[in-house]
């Protein structure tokens, strides 16, 4: 596994301004696997520089050459499908199997998706006496995190390139492997010179100096809300576009003519994946109170079978680590009642979880507010359909969510209703044309599909 000493900036690999590097540490283990450099605002201003004098040609180019070139991009990483996923697991920790179905998978389905859409999207229509065009908003700061980084990568990038912008990416520095290895695909896949740029650093300095710099029309950020709010704030400022794609604490919610297995059994494997670190994950169970034991007991039941170093990887990190143990003690002091796993450390090495279940949560608690990012499921009680209502509505965020019903139509009447950017009604399978964001504090436009193309483009009307 190879590690690049330098930035890829205006189609070559650079030498950064300083000297300074981060140790990439594989979390299975705790051994340092690479290092990459910590990128400065110098070395941000020449992305976007180089982003910037690209911008142009690519934004003339047709939208048929463009969607060839994504087309193109498409097959290089699915040529690389299993480098990509075992870079994936040394960085991230992921299991292989989920690293090379999801990992690896995913982006190569979502660039597919946007190659057809470039190639079909009407970036112009006719309303009365005008024709609306709709052009590329100019140079993007994609800001991406670590838990799916190729998948954030592809999601931010394959759009903005769809749309006739021009990218600077700096990725999350605990998963950079993964994002060069990106890098070196673009370049495969024939884009031209400066159409994409990556920096690797620390979000501090490369990630606020990419989100501040004047030159940058659009900021696309994953991550935490307390980061997104920060981000907003330097982009209204400078009156900046941005889309954010923050926090959630979704509820799976399990009503009363619902199949109780398969909604609970399907649940724990929603939250146990990624070892949790996923903003979408149905951390909020929400069951009746006549079959509220039976659903703790087929949880407790299903959450044995994730055994910590085969079914469920380690988190990113050791602060990552501490901050979901910090939750389960917070949880047994609020009186959450511990159905499985728990505080303690389930290796001697590496910075696993125990997958772990809590029952008798109430929404107050802060195990059923707060996003965790680990293996932590909570199951929370309600007495009928208007108080499941409630709970899941009932926190800050509004990202996604599921409804279980005895038939989908009644499922669809209850997620209608759901303060929620995205709902799978009865175990829905994945469509990378559906638009995902969220709600309230869950973030601020959507990503995939058209509707994420659109976050890319900008109106303009002419009127004859």
């Not at 800001?143 to 990218?167: D, E, F, M, R, S």
């Not at 920060?230 to 009503?255: M, Y």
């Not at 108080?387 to 509505?393: E, G, P, T, V």
Request: aromatic residues 6%.
């Amino acid at each position: 596994m190879k590690a690049h000493d330098g930035m890829y900036i205006g189609g070559e690999w650079r030498p950064a301004v300083g000297q300074d590097t981060i140790a990439v540490v594989n979390p299975a283990d705790e051994k340092v696997i690479g290092h990459v450099p910590a990128g400065t605002a110098e070395d941000v201003d020449a992305a976007v520089r180089a982003a910037r004098a690209a911008f142009p040609g690519w934004a003339a180019t047709p939208p048929a050459e463009r969607a060839a070139r994504i087309t193109a991009l498409r097959d290089v990483l699915a040529a690389r499908k299993e480098e990509i996923a075992e870079t994936v697991t040394a960085e991230l920790g992921s299991p292989l199997p989920l690293s090379q179905a999801v990992h690896a998978g995913v982006p190569v389905l979502v660039a597919g998706s946007y190659a057809e859409l470039a190639a079909s999207y009407s970036f112009e229509e006719k309303l009365g006496n005008s024709t609306v065009l709709l052009e590329p908003v100019g140079v993007v700061g994609a800001i991406t995190p670590w838990n799916y980084p190729l998948h954030q990568i592809v999601a931010k990038v394959a759009p903005a390139l769809a749309a006739g912008c021009t990218v600077v990416l700096k990725p999350a520095e605990d998963t950079p492997l993964t994002a060069q290895l990106f890098a070196e695909a673009t370049e495969e896949a024939g884009l031209p010179a400066g159409v994409f740029n990556l920096v690797t650093g620390v979000g501090a300095v490369a990630g606020q100096a990419l989100a501040e710099h004047d030159d940058v029309d659009l900021v696309s950020f994953t991550g935490s809300t307390a980061v997104g709010r920060q981000i907003g704030a330097t982009a209204g400022a400078a009156v900046k576009r941005v889309a954010l794609e923050l926090g959630g604490k979704s509820a799976n919610v399990i009503l009363p003519g619902a199949d109780l297995a398969k909604a609970v059994n399907v649940g724990v494997a929603n939250v146990m994946s990624n070892s949790g670190q996923t903003c979408s994950a149905w951390t909020r169970m929400l069951v009746d109170a006549e079959r509220y034991e039976e659903a703790v007991s087929l949880a407790a039941t299903a959450v044995a079978k994730y055994v910590p170093g085969e079914r469920v990887g380690p988190v990113v990190n050791a602060k990552q680590q501490a901050r979901v143990r910090g939750y389960i003690e917070k949880g047994i002091e609020e009186g959450a009642r511990l159905v499985a796993g728990g505080p303690e450390a389930p290796k001697d090495q590496g910075y696993y979880v125990s997958p772990t279940v809590f029952a008798d949560v109430t929404p107050g608690m802060t195990i059923a507010q707060e996003e965790i990012f680990g293996p932590v499921l909570s199951i929370l009680r309600y007495e009928d359909v208007d108080d499941a209502l409630r709970i899941a509505n009932d926190t800050v965020y509004g990202l996604a969510g599921a409804v279980w019903g005895a038939d989908d139509a009644e499922a669809v009447a209850f997620a209608r209703r759901m303060d929620t950017g995205q709902v799978d009604i009865n175990g829905g399978r994945f469509n990378p044309l559906a638009p995902f964001g969220g709600y309230k504090q869950s973030g601020v436009g959507r990503e995939l599909g058209p509707h994420g193309l659109s976050e890319y483009l900008q109106t303009k009307s002419l009127q004859f």
